[in-house]
């Protein structure tokens, strides 16, 4: 099928990624015997400790950090989760990937947001985001009727141009759902935006993006999942480098087992390895938005549903086929489309200790002055 954005100077797709199996945990006396390794005693407790830095950097960047974005490298001298910068277009565009070029690496998820003449760069995104993403994908294409399913392609990390007024935006959706008719261009229809402790504004502001400067767009499913606290991944380059980095594993040696959750009974508590916290408890909310037939402004469909974390509260995710794409027919009904809850929880889990695991080996290999390869393309 000829991609959504064929008429743009850059598409780029990323492959699905299959959720896996959890490896087992690490036992209590192997998490004791790595406290005791590493001073006995765990990082401070969140009260003694300073506020968690901003999302988004924002001031002006270096040459050398430009360049670190253009080969595919977030800045390793910048710690919070994203950069956000007044830019020309000329700029942004500067920052892309080659045309038709595939990364073997992750992606950073640059957009443009004209309005504001401003470039956005987030960090790859982490395991927990990507398995979400994936599974949602994947479990609401299941779902679909197959009447309906035939003319649906859902879409991961696909660049979309969003024309406001006389001006372009662009942007990767997580998800984007297009809609395939004879003899027409495939059009953007629906649109699933996942952020992991990103501020829930940023979304909200993104979901408006999508109404206003994509007609086509009939519904937006905002999931933002939320760790409390944030990552302090400056304080746990900090932790490494007191430590003694010559003082951890090998980066080849490190394994899911070296993590164990913080309380055993809870499998929503952080994940903890050699004395430190690598990702705390995380919430997960999912709301759909989809535009008013009156005022084709964007309509809270139904209350936000927490489906994970402590104080998630059990509602099943319905979402209406007929939300997405109206039926054409007199007699044509769709039955709501019911997402497992039970699975997604699962995804998350198994993403969060790998984002863990991820982001232990990322800063021990910043404390021994390892680099990550230059990003590669396909040909």
Request: with cysteine; hydrophobic share 35%; aromatic share 10%.
């Amino acid at each position: 099928m000829q991609s959504l954005l064929s008429r743009l100077p850059r598409g780029l797709r990323l492959n699905n990624k299959l959720v896996g199996k959890l490896a087992p945990s690490a036992t209590k006396l192997h998490h004791n015997e790595a406290c005791s390794a590493f001073g006995a005693d765990q990082q401070p407790p969140t009260s003694n400790r300073a506020p968690p830095a901003a999302y988004y950097y924002e001031k002006p960047l270096t040459a050398s950090q430009l360049r670190e974005i253009r080969i595919g490298r977030f800045p390793a001298n910048i710690h919070e989760d994203g950069i956000r910068f007044r830019s020309s277009w000329d700029l942004y565009s500067s920052l892309l990937p080659p045309y038709g070029k595939k990364s073997f690496l992750p992606e950073l998820r640059i957009s443009y947001d004209a309005r504001f003449s401003t470039t956005s760069v987030d960090r790859a995104p982490t395991p927990i985001h990507e398995l979400c993403t994936t599974h949602i994908s994947h479990r609401m294409f299941d779902k679909i009727p197959l009447s309906l399913k035939r003319s649906l392609e859902f879409e991961l990390n696909y660049r979309v141009p969003i024309r406001q007024e006389n001006k372009f935006s662009e942007r990767k959706p997580d998800i984007a759902i297009t809609l395939k008719a004879p003899d027409t261009r495939p059009s953007l229809v629906g649109v699933t935006e996942v952020g992991f402790s990103q501020p829930y504004a940023d979304l909200k502001r993104w979901c408006d993006v999508w109404f206003d400067g994509v007609p086509t767009v009939n519904m937006v499913i905002l999931i933002n999942l939320s760790e409390k606290p944030r990552f302090p991944r400056k304080e746990g380059l900090e932790y490494i480098r007191k430590q003694g980095q010559q003082n951890f594993p090998e980066v080849e040696a490190i394994t899911e087992d070296d993590f164990i959750l913080q309380d055993p009974t809870d499998e929503t508590s952080a994940w903890t390895a050699f004395g430190f916290t690598w990702c705390g408890p995380v919430q997960g909310t999912l709301e759909i938005w989809t535009r008013c037939p009156k005022t084709g402004r964007p309509l809270l469909s139904s209350k936000p549903t927490c489906f994970y974390g402590p104080n998630a509260d059990g509602a099943p995710i319905k979402i209406q086929p007929s939300d997405l794409v109206p039926s054409s027919g007199k007699n044509e009904t769709y039955e709501d489309v019911e997402l497992n809850v039970i699975d997604i929880r699962e995804a998350i889990e198994i993403g969060r200790l790998r984002t863990a695991k991820e982001r232990f080996i990322k800063l021990l290999k910043v404390a021994r002055g390892i680099k990550d390869r230059q990003r590669r393309y396909s040909a």
